[in-house]
């Protein structure tokens, strides 16, 4: 009895070192994927259950990479629940995978989403930051551009592509939290 109370309180302390070291920063990182409080707050919630859980059965060797990836796991799945064409849930998948968690956690939308425009307006010929822009900044559907511009849907995706692979050899940084920022605005 008294070994397995002692195993507890160590298991108790532990956690709430690590609860207290990284809650802020995956809270953050959740809130700026998911743009809601509510969410990222039963997100942050449910990893650290089931870390709990967990906590004694695996081996973690890097606690806060370990709930970093959980919470970037968790958060693509919240995604894939809403209403995301094909091609926006695959490009916001691609970014979510890529992403640096402390860098993002830290990086405020407003100076990304204005780094973003710059870079489009230097780079894109114009065909391409129209579509973009009609995207991005303007949140219109793929279909609702085709329809507006009178061209296919798979003209607008490959613009889009386009797009976004000249932004991301420009700078990778950016453009993966692009389609974070645009997709779950």
């Known amino acids: 009895m008294k070994a397995e109370q002692n195993t507890f309180l160590n298991k108790k302390t532990v956690f709430n070192k690590i609860y207290h070291q990284n809650w802020k ?32 059965d695996t081996e973690i060797q890097n606690y806060t990479a370990y709930l970093f990836q959980a919470v970037r796991n968790q ?7 809403k209403k995301l064409t094909a091609f926006e849930l695959e490009v916001l998948e691609e970014s979510l995978q890529l992403i640096e968690e402390q860098e ?26 129209d579509i973009f822009n009609l995207r991005f900044y ?16 798979s003209t607008v995706e490959n613009q ?26």
């Open 138 to 153: 303007e949140n219109m559907s793929i279909k609702e551009i085709a329809e507006y511009k009178k061209i296919s849907v």
């Open 25 to 56: 920063a995956l809270y953050a990182f959740a809130f700026n994927i998911l743009r809601d409080k509510v969410s990222a707050e039963d997100i942050i919630q449910e990893i650290f259950i089931d870390f709990w859980v967990r906590m004694n």
């Open 104 to 129: 993002f956690a830290e990086f405020p939308k407003e100076r990304l989403a204005e780094h973003v425009r710059e870079k489009a307006h230097e780079i894109l010929p114009p065909k391409c930051l």
């Open 75 to 81: 958060c693509a799945k919240n995604l894939r629940n």
């Open 160 to 185: 889009i592509n386009k797009a976004l692979k000249m932004l991301k050899t420009e700078n990778d940084y950016y453009i993966k939290l692009l389609a974070i920022l645009i997709f779950c605005s």
